[in-house]
């Protein structure tokens, strides 16, 4: 069976992640490695948005509450392991960690159940109320981040060492590149089985008619609220990933401007689209790396940019390039 054009520039953007920080490795540019990092990283988080924006078709603005979860829950940890000091004592005694896996296993169980409380409420809404009331919770968890000041405020946090992942030295750059990579990998592998599990096609068909699927008894609120839940866990893994890229986790990881950013990285990779979100967010990270050095207003071409992919090519880059439409 013959590969589509979609299938083979997956693939081509998936060697090209890989190679260019392991060519930069050997010309000794570990700034490079930074922002291959950083792309995927930022991709998996857009991978996690996609779930709920691509496939269910819902427009959450308040995703970087997960990505500031994840960050947060990364940062906290650690503080409290190189600190030696417990994160509580009673009932019981609770304590930091820096090994990474607790740490995730921690931001997607911190994640998933804000995301059941955010989405009981907002899937009961839809259109721009659903919108607005995602991008108020989003804004109540940055302002009590702000508010929050044994863990700095609104000056944030820093983490002194990198967290620890078994048998990788995560300081070095292109072993954490690495890890970031696989995990975006298994984001992304996850979210093609969804998709095209029972699951996934019956998000699809609350998607398209929710009065149809509840006639032979699937109830779309449900299923809206797990593929909700279940963005939010990729999107808050994302988030740790961030706090241990930069060693450092503040309100801005919860802000607007950064559910604007992970959206953004949808809508120009492409939505819908299984590699949408890392082709905009290699995208946005070149465009951000090599206009931001030229001028202050760098955002201004992007924002055209973004205009354009809106306005022309709906399927984003993805789309663009494959020249063909999703079936989705």
Same mark, same amino acid.
């Given at each position: 069976?013959?590969?589509?054009?979609?299938?083979?520039?997956?693939?081509?953007?998936?060697?090209?992640?890989?190679?260019?920080?392991?060519?930069?490795?050997?010309?000794?540019?570990?700034?490079?490695?930074?922002?291959?990092?950083?792309?995927?990283?930022?991709?998996?988080?857009?991978?996690?948005?996609?779930?709920?924006?691509?496939?269910?078709?819902?427009?959450?603005?308040?995703?970087?509450?997960?990505?500031?979860?994840?960050?947060?829950?990364?940062?906290?940890?650690?503080?409290?392991?190189?600190?030696?000091?417990?994160?509580?004592?009673?009932?019981?005694?609770?304590?930091?960690?820096?090994?990474?896996?607790?740490?995730?296993?921690?931001?997607?169980?911190?994640?998933?159940?804000?995301?059941?409380?955010?989405?009981?409420?907002?899937? #009961?809404?839809?259109?721009?109320?659903?919108?607005?009331?995602?991008?108020?919770?989003?804004?109540?968890? =940055? =302002?009590? +981040?702000?508010?929050?000041?044994?863990?700095?405020?609104?000056?944030?946090?820093?983490?002194?060492?990198?967290?620890?992942?078994?048998?990788?030295?995560?300081?070095?750059?292109?072993?954490?590149? +690495?890890?970031?990579?696989?995990?975006?990998?298994?984001?992304?592998?996850?979210?093609?089985?969804?998709?095209?599990? #029972?699951?996934?096609?019956?998000?699809?068909?609350? #998607?398209?008619?929710?009065?149809?699927?509840?006639?032979?008894?699937?109830?779309?609120?449900?299923?809206?609220?797990?593929?909700?839940?279940?963005?939010?866990?990729?999107?808050?893994?994302?988030?740790?990933?961030?706090?241990?890229?930069?060693?450092?986790?503040?309100?801005?990881?919860?802000?607007?401007?950064?559910?604007?950013?992970?959206?953004?990285?949808?809508?120009?990779?492409?939505?819908?689209?299984?590699?949408?979100?890392?082709?905009?967010?290699?995208?946005?990270?070149?465009?951000?790396?090599?206009?931001?050095?030229?001028?202050?207003?760098?955002?201004?071409?992007?924002?055209?940019?973004?205009?354009?992919?809106?306005?022309?090519?709906?399927?984003?880059?993805?789309?663009?390039?494959?020249?063909?439409?999703?079936?989705?």
């Amino acid at each position: 069976m013959s590969m589509n054009r979609e299938t083979i520039l997956n693939i081509v953007l998936a060697a090209l992640l890989i190679a260019v920080p392991v060519i930069a490795q050997i010309m000794g540019e570990p700034f490079i490695i930074t922002l291959a990092t950083k792309v995927a990283i930022l991709g998996m988080a857009g991978v996690g948005l996609n779930i709920a924006l691509g496939y269910g078709g819902l427009v959450s603005f308040g995703h970087a509450a997960f990505f500031g979860i994840g960050g947060y829950a990364a940062g906290i940890l650690a503080s409290h392991a190189l600190n030696y000091e417990p994160i509580m004592t009673a009932p019981f005694e609770i304590n930091g960690t820096t090994q990474m896996i607790v740490i995730w296993i921690v931001a997607l169980i911190a994640s998933a159940l804000v995301a059941l409380l955010i989405g009981a409420i907002t899937l #009961r809404t839809s259109g721009v109320y659903f919108i607005m009331i995602t991008l108020a919770f989003a804004q109540m968890i =940055y =302002y009590f +981040a702000i508010s929050w000041p044994a863990y700095g405020g609104e000056d944030g946090l820093s983490i002194y060492v990198r967290n620890s992942f078994p048998g990788l030295n995560t300081l070095d750059p292109i072993s954490f590149f +690495a890890l970031c990579a696989a995990m975006l990998g298994v984001a992304i592998a996850f979210s093609a089985v969804l998709i095209r599990s #029972r699951f996934g096609l019956a998000l699809h068909g609350a #998607r398209q008619n929710s009065q149809r699927m509840m006639a032979i008894g699937i109830a779309p609120f449900r299923v809206r609220l797990v593929a909700f839940v279940i963005s939010a866990m990729i999107t808050a893994w994302a988030g740790a990933l961030y706090a241990d890229l930069n060693r450092f986790v503040s309100p801005s990881m919860l802000s607007w401007h950064m559910s604007g950013e992970i959206m953004v990285f949808v809508i120009l990779g492409g939505v819908g689209r299984l590699f949408g979100p890392v082709a905009g967010a290699a995208l946005y990270i070149i465009l951000e790396h090599l206009l931001g050095g030229m001028f202050e207003y760098w955002q201004l071409p992007l924002g055209i940019l973004l205009l354009v992919v809106v306005l022309f090519a709906r399927g984003g880059l993805i789309g663009l390039l494959a020249g063909e439409r999703k079936h989705a």
